[in-house]
């Protein structure tokens, strides 16, 4: 079962993220070319201990497989042998969701959170981390008053659990007023 997901920006992102998190370099990530490439790779601790480095375009795959828990592709790669339509087909997002230019108007983004999609989304991602602290500043929030935070904006409409924080509607309003 993956246990949490982090976005890696770069080899220096890759780096400082494993030293917060008490985690070794792997030998086979040098060969990785591209390492410096924005949100290419995301680094997946699982709760077994393991973690390893997927692209974004492995993710959903590795999501889709949580009985496996495995940092080597080789694990998973029978899975998209079988073909990222099948998955597809099934319901797993087998791809990244990248960008499509929409412009993300408050109107936009006020109607897409009305949408049976974004409240279960939103539901669910509250009920599966159990949180009942800011994962800013740690503050104690009632589960009814908890904010979910769009790390990529752009991506506004790309329901992945790792894209999201929750937190107190201060340290929220911290992050919505830097953008304007």
């Known amino acids: 079962m993956i246990k949490e997901v982090i976005n890696i920006n770069n080899a220096n992102d890759l780096i400082e993220t494993l030293k917060d998190k008490g985690l070794l370099w792997k030998s086979c990530w040098t060969n990785y070319v ?23 375009s492995q993710l959903p795959i590795v999501e889709a497989h949580p009985e ?16 990222y339509k099948v998955m597809r087909d099934n319901g797993v997002d087998a ?31 509250i ?26 904006p752009d991506l506004y409409d790309c329901l992945r659990p790792y894209l999201f924080k929750l937190l107190c509607s201060e340290c929220h309003s911290n992050y919505t007023k830097n953008m304007l």
Do not use: M
């Open 34 to 56: 591209w390492l410096d490439k924005t949100y290419y790779y995301r680094l997946v601790i699982f709760s077994n201990g393991d973690y390893g480095l997927f692209t974004q």
């Open 127 to 152: 009920k599966d981390n159990c949180y009942v602290k800011c994962q800013d500043c740690g503050k104690e929030i009632n589960p009814a008053n908890i904010e979910v935070h769009h790390l990529r």
């Open 68 to 83: 496996i828990e495995s940092s080597y592709w080789r694990d998973y790669k029978p899975y998209a042998d079988k073909g």
């Open 95 to 125: 791809g990244s969701k990248e960008s499509d230019n929409t412009v993300w108007t408050s109107i936009k983004k006020k109607e897409f959170r009305q949408t049976k999609q974004w409240k279960d989304f939103k539901n669910k991602i």
